[in-house]
Each structure stands twice: as structure tokens, then as C-alpha cells.
């Protein structure tokens, strides 16, 4: 067995991982940064980033009063005016390390406004390819740091309540970093359903390590489903979103034969929050029997220069969406809840850090606003990485057991994927939650010893959680939808908080 040492473990190369390792190797710390994958979710990343801007309209308040509204009644108003009030600091810093934003003709950023924003305040680049550019700038500025790609973190090893290093799988089998601080930056859970905007990584593994660990997740049941993912016949894997903004600039959503899917549904129609519109065209799908919707951005003037990566998908797909209206279907998106961690990214067990999708710090509540999760990332990346580069310091070098790998149990992938798809998606009930629950307890013993194998079991605890945590709310609530308990119950406005024993 392979071992290494660090004072400062990052598990994750996106966004919230980058900005941590920077952080901790700013304060003179030893940091390595593992990554099982090249892509990120971070890289994908197309409206922007949200951030109030000095001198403008705009305010700290009013930011905060629209986080915690999409939230509905589940975010932690200080966690969220902690992390909005330092966002415009962590993107000058961003820019500071090389990231540039579209500006306007009077070379101001360009600002734009989402679903559920009071303000324009998404700054964004090249159009619609935001992330790509916030990752370039990343990967620049960590260009000089220890990156081991192919290296997939299994276990997070501990002795007496706090953490000594992370179990690892590479090409040369299995080792160990020996570590006091660890930093769970490992991103989202797309891969749990069928179809998903994430990229292939994002199976859910730092739920699992967390759990496994003994730390406590919250807010589980809330994963976002976006509204238009490209359809294009091909229902798996990970697909193109179209991005909320098409609809901004005056794109429509119509079912097959040419009847708005919103109308009658909210007062704002396509712009509602997603989680209505994904249920309006998840209703509309399942009354017609159609595949898709469609969204029809024929009227949208100059489409391919302010939607670069939008048009570059839909010609990938055959579609060319001057001409004809863009299938889609609702796919998942983004989960608000996972490890609970407060605004510095530190969890219940000492040396533990999260930061990112990953992390359930009270910023999203039960919806998550949207382009706050790029700021969040940063703001509490950063944040994660010096407490971890502090906690390094306070407690020395360790040396961790090398002990066995554990069997774990998993449900082939697919399989998983369809029920998880066909029960706890866009909309559920307690029928389908049990059957679902049924399902994955016939998940079989399998050996760690490759990526996929890992991946399966972390898939298969994080739909356990996702799947218990949305079985015992019974309402719906921000993106949980039941339709057993159509209605928001006030008495049940606070976070479930699970740990290991419910999966
Ligand atoms: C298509 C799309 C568009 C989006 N648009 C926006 C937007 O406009 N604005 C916005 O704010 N948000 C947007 N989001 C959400 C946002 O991009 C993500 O929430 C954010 O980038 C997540 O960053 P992260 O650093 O937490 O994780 P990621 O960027 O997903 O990085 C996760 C990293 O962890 C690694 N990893 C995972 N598990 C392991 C393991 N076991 N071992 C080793 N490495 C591991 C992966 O390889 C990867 O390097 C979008 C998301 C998608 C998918």
C-alpha cells in the first residue's frame, strides 16, 4: 500500500476544491489535491455568478431577502448574509487570479438577472459560458500545486473523533494520505437519476464519506431538477442544459401541440421558480404521454452570440434552435442540501472540512436561488481552506491506521438510476418512496477496487438518504414536491438532519 503525507487534503478539483487548496497553500501549508475526474460541475456552470456590486442599486438586504425566499422557510438567515456579504471580496479575488467577466459598452460588467432575483446581479462570461472561465482561471492559479488526477478518495480515516487522512484508490492500487485536515469538495449527485446536467463525477461521494465518517447531512430531499435539459432522444447520462436565461430573453415553453405548459400555473410563467415550471412540464409529459417539451427561442434576436454554448449543444444534437423550437425535458440539477457544515466549512468531526454542492451550510434552505452556488463556492471554499490550514497547524502531523477497506453494499447503476427516476424525482409520493426504499435494500456486497465499483456505492447510501429524508416530509416543500401532501405544512419549517444509521 502506497503511503503519502500532506497537512492539507482537498478532495475535489471544481470551484469550492481549487479555491480551498489556494487558500491553505497561501498560509504556507503542504496541500495535495485529489480529483477521480477530469470534468467538474464548475466548468459547466453557464448564467453566472450572483454578487452585489459597490455603487449600484443593488444591496446586501435585498440579496439576502431573495436567498431566503427561494429557500422557503429552510435557510439559515445568518449563514446566508455571512456568505452574500463577502461575495463581492472572493470574485475580486477571483478576478485577481485571472477570471474575466463580460462588460458593457461602458466597460462595466454586464449584469443579468435570473428567476427569482430582485436585482440584476448575475455577472457572467463569455455569454453563457461562465464556468469555463471561472475553472481556466482556477486551474491557472493552482497550476504550481500538488494535483493527483485519477485518484479517487474512498474513506476518510480518523483516530479518537478526528481525522487522520483519506483511504485513496489510483492506477498503483491503494494508499493513504496521512493528513489532519481533509476538505470534501467532491461536488453533486446528478448521477442518482437517469438523465442529469452533471458531469459523469457527480455521484454523491462526499454524502457517503460524510456519512461514513459520522457526520450528519441535512436538507437531502431538496435536489433541483432544472427545467430544460436538451432532449435529444438519448434519455442517459449526463446532458446540456439549456440555461434559464433563454427564457429570460423572451424564449416560451410549449407541449407538442403548441399549448403553453406555465399558463394557469404561476402569475410569472416560464420564469416561475424551477421547481414549478419542472413540475408543470413533468405534469404536462405525463398527461400527453410526449417525451418533451419544447422551448421555442426562435424569437430571440442575435441567439448564438448571447448563447454561445447553448447553440453549440443544440447543433451538436441536430437542432438548430433559429429554426426550430428546442425539445427538452426537467432534469436533476443541483442539490441544495448534503454534509452539514457551517459558513467556515467545518463539520461535527474535527479536521473535517466541506465546502461546495457538497456542503448543506443553510445558504440554498429548500431551493436553491440561482448562480449562488458559484458564489458559495467561492466564498466558503476559500473560507474552508484556511480553517483547514489553522486546523493543520493546532494539531501537527498524524499518522493514520492503514486499515482494511470496508464492504459496502451498492445496486447496479442503472437500475438504481431507473428507480431513483421513476420515484423520487421531480414529483413524489409516499407509494413510490417505499417501493423505492424496497428496491435499495437488495443492494449486494461489492468489493472498492475500482472507480465505478466506489462510485455504485456512494450512489446507492445517497439515494438511501435522498429516499428516507423525502419518505418523512410529508409536504411539499421549495423543489420537494409530494403529491400526497400538495401543500406546504408550516410545522414542518426546519431541516431533517440524518446520519448514518438511515442508510
Ligand atoms: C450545467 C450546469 C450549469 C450550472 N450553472 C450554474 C450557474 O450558472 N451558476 C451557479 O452558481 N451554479 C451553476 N451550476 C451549479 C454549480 O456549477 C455547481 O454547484 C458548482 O460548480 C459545484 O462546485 P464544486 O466545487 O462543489 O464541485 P464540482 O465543480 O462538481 O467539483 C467536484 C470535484 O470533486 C471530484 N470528486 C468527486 N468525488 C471524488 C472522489 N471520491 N475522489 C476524488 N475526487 C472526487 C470531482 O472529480 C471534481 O473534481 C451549474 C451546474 C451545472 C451542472
Known amino acids: 500500500m502506497w503511503q503519502q503525507r500532506a497537512d492539507v487534503v482537498v478532495i475535489g478539483t471544481g470551484v469550492a476544491g481549487l479555491v480551498a487548496a489556494l487558500a ?16 467538474t460541475a464548475t ?49 475580486i479575488e477571483l478576478v485577481d487570479s485571472g477570471a474575466r467577466f463580460d462588460e458593457d459598452e461602458r466597460g462595466q460588467w454586464s449584469l443579468t438577472r435570473e428567476g427569482g432575483h430582485s436585482r440584476r446581479r448575475i455577472i457572467h462570461s463569455g455569454g453563457d459560458a461562465t464556468g469555463a ?13 500538488d494535483i493527483r488526477r485519477n485518484h479517487v478518495a474512498l474513506q476518510v480515516l480518523q483516530s479518537g473523533g478526528a481525522v487522520t487522512g483519506v483511504q485513496v484508490l489510483n492506477q498503483d492500487g491503494l494508499g493513504i494520505v496521512h493528513a489532519p485536515s481533509v476538505v470534501l469538495a467532491t461536488g453533486g449527485l446528478g448521477h442518482l437519476y437517469s438523465a442529469t446536467t452533471n458531469p459523469e463525477g457527480s455521484t454523491g461521494d462526499g ?9 450528519p447531512i441535512s436538507d437531502i430531499e431538496f435536489i433541483q431538477f432544472h427545467p430544460t435539459m436538451l432532449y435529444d432522444g438519448h434519455a442517459g447520462g449526463r446532458r446540456p442544459l439549456i440555461t434559464e436565461a433563454v427564457r429570460g430573453e ?64 443544440c447543433n451538436a444534437a441536430g437542432i438548430d434552435p433559429t429554426s426550430q423550437p428546442i ?25 473535517l472540512f466541506a465546502a461546495g454542492e457538497v456542503a448543506r451550510t443553510g445558504m440554498h434552505g429548500a431551493n436553491r436561488l440561482a448562480s449562488n452556488s458559484l458564489l458559495e463556492g467561492l466564498v466558503v471554499g476559500g473560507r474552508a481552506g484556511k480553517a483547514a490550514a489553522r486546523h493543520a497547524v493546532d494539531t501537527g502531523p498524524t499518522r493514520a491506521e492503514t ?25 413524489r409520493d409516499a407509494d413510490g418512496l417505499q417501493r423505492l426504499t424496497q428496491e435499495l435494500e437488495a443492494a449486494d456486497p461489492r468489493d472498492l477496487d475500482c472507480r465505478t465499483s466506489f462510485e455504485d456505492v456512494a450512489l446507492t447510501t445517497t439515494a438511501r438518504a435522498v429516499t428516507a429524508a423525502a419518505l418523512s416530509r410529508n409536504e411539499s416543500r421549495g423543489c420537494h414536491h409530494r403529491s400526497d401532501f400538495p401543500e406546504t405544512d408550516p410545522a414542518l419549517a426546519r431541516s431533517q438532519v440524518l446520519e448514518a444509521a438511515c442508510c
Request: glycine residues 10%.
Open 133 to 145: 472561465e471561472v475553472q481556466r482561471a482556477l486551474d491557472h492559479a493552482a497550476a504550481t500545486l
Open 207 to 215: 454524502v457517503a464519506l460524510a456519512l461514513w465518517a459520522g457526520v
Open 327 to 351: 425539445p427538452v425535458v426537467p432534469g436533476a440539477h443541483y442539490s441544495c442540501g448534503g454534509v452539514v457544515a457551517d459558513v467556515h466549512g467545518r463539520t461535527e468531526v474535527p479536521g
Open 403 to 427: 486499515g482494511e477497506v470496508e464492504t459496502r453494499v451498492a445496486l447496479p447503476r442503472r437500475k438504481l438510476q431507473r428507480a431513483m427516476s421513476r420515484y423520487a424525482s421531480v414529483v
Open 24 to 39: 491553505a497553500h497561501r498560509r504556507g501549508r503542504t496541500v495535495m489535491v485529489l480529483s477521480k475526474a477530469v470534468d
Open 250 to 313: 423572451g424564449g416560451i415553453l410549449l407541449d407538442r401541440q403548441g399549448n403553453s405548459v406555465t399558463a394557469g400555473v404561476h402569475p410569472m410563467g416560464d420564469l416561475a421558480p424551477r421547481d414549478v415550471v419542472a413540475a408543470a412540464i413533468d405534469a404536462r409529459l405525463r398527461e400527453t404521454g410526449d417525451p418533451c417539451a419544447y422551448l421555442d427561442a426562435r424569437g430571440i434576436a442575435d441567439f448564438a452570440r448571447r448563447f454561445p454554448t447553448v447553440t453549440a449543444a
Open 43 to 91: 466548468f459547466y456552470a453557464q448564467g453566472g455568478i450572483a454578487v452585489v456590486l459597490p455603487d449600484t442599486d443593488d444591496s446586501i438586504d435585498a440579496h439576502v431577502a431573495d436567498t431566503i425566499a427561494a429557500g422557503a422557510g429552510l435557510c439559515d438567515p445568518g449563514a446566508v448574509r455571512s456568505i452574500v456579504s463577502d461575495g463581492y471580496r472572493a470574485v
